[in-house]
Structure formats: structure tokens, C-alpha cells
């Protein structure tokens, strides 16, 4: 295995094309297939399904990729380092997240940390949450933000960040507008568009599906990412329900907060922070900053 095959994959992975990922490297699209072809023999495993109309990651391939991009980084940082002759020590800091939108979350407290550990290196990389416990296993990962999953093995510890509730959003145009809270009864005449169970936690998935199990397949669209979600729901094909975290405002989306019994907790996963001061103070500084904004959300909602 070689740095210029662990290239070749990411820039196919994503790009999702060959031609644009060999333009990328500056190297014919034969030479691209050709390492890939090698990497895939050496791990002994698939990493792209490709046809003549589409390329896209197998699940090995989109579990090799944390690692591939951590290979390459810590490489890539290695030679910088030697080249500049900076002796300083850097911290690699490798955050896993699920949702885009959950990045935001993380700004305040990496500001802080900046100050705590100038030679702090956050990565936030995006993976399904089905992902997580394994790459946190193999120290792929430091830390994860997501959900809270009960099957999660008990040599990996959790702290809750929040309790959020799932909101209901649908266009401004829809009857459900009038209402200030949507039970289940209320979606009984519309479609729903729900995350795709490969990608989001099995906690957020069974959430969405109390409220979508007696539909028929025709009734129901699967997303792997939130916008996706949006998109459908804005271009009217049903309502979408979502972990009410940093949703968005949308022009022509309506939000209402979704009538349900359940309590789903969000927070952070990680392995150990005994010889990892700085995940110590991360967890800490993200867990004051969150709660404080969760404050004044309900602030804001009453």
C-alpha cells in the first residue's frame, strides 16, 4: 500500500468520478484504475461499485476512507514537518461527525481549545454514525458527535450534551401549518421523508419510523444527509422529521415541534481521554457551551 494509491482512492471517493479525480492528481484516468485495482487486491476487499453510469462507495469503502484520510494527513503533516525543520509538537485531534450541521456545535469550544493547546490539529471528518463505534475502537477517531445508542459496546464511554426534541418540517403551503404541535394522527394523509438506516444512528432512525411504520413504500423517501431531507420537503413531496439541532431556517419550510413520549440523547462517544488531557477539556468546554445554548433555545421557544 502506498501514499499515492491512498490519494488515488480519495480523490475518486470524492469525486465519485475517475476522470475528475485522475485531473485532480494530474495523472492519466488508466493510471487511477490501475492503483486502485492494486489497493483493492492488497485489502482484500471492494471499495468502489462502478458501472458505465455511476461510481459510488461500497461499506468497506466508506469505512476505509476515515483511515485512508488519516494516513494521508499524518503523512502529508510528517513531511511538512521535516521540511520546515519545526520542531514544535503537533496534537492531532480527529473528530467524527454524522450531520454537517452539527459542526457548528463544535466552533465555540475549538476556539477555545486553540488557546488551551496552541498546537491543537482538529480533522472533523463525516461518517455515518454506524461507523463510530468501530473507528473510536481502532483510535481512528478521538471523539464522536451523535446520537446515543444503546448496543454501543460498554468499553466506550458517553456523554450526553442534550435532549432534543424531533421536529416536524413541511411546506408553509400544507394544513399542518395551523397546528402549534403535530401528533402522529396528523401525518396520517402525508407522505414522509426519512434518513436512510445505513447512515444515521438506529436511535434516530427507530424515532422516525413510530411515525412512519404504517405507511406504504410509496409514501416513503429515504436521505442520507439533512439537505437531502429538506430538498424533498421544500419541493413538496411529504413532511421530514428531524432531531431539532441546528435545523436550518428555511424560506418556505414551516417547523413544528413533533408530539412524541420518547427522549433521545445526543452527545459525545470516545474511548479513553486518560492520556488525552486535551479530549478531557474538549468534552468539558463542548459540554458547557451546549448547554448554555440549549438554554437559551428554550428561552428563545417559550
Known sequence: MTIFQIECFLAVAEHLNFARAATQLNVSQPAITRQLRTLEEELGTQLFIRSTRMVRLTENGRIFQSDAQLIVNTARRSVQRFASQDESKIIDFHIGCANPLHMELLSNTLEQMKDIYPMLHPKVLILPETHFPDALKREALDVTVGFHAPGVKDSLHYKELCRPRFACLFRDTLPLSQKKQVTANDLNDYAIILYDPGVISPTVYNGQWEFAKNKKPSQLYYCET??????????????????????????????????SNDIYSFGLYYKSYRTKPYLKDFIRLLHDDTAAFSSDAEKAQD
Not at 226 to 234: H, K, Q, S
Not at 237 to 249: E, F, H, K, N, S
Open 226 to 259: 439533512t439537505e437531502n431531507a429538506l430538498l424533498l420537503a421544500d419541493a413538496g413531496y411529504g413532511v421530514t422529521l428531524l432531531p431539532d439541532i441546528r435545523l436550518p431556517a428555511h424560506q418556505h419550510l414551516t417547523k413544528r415541534t413533533l408530539c
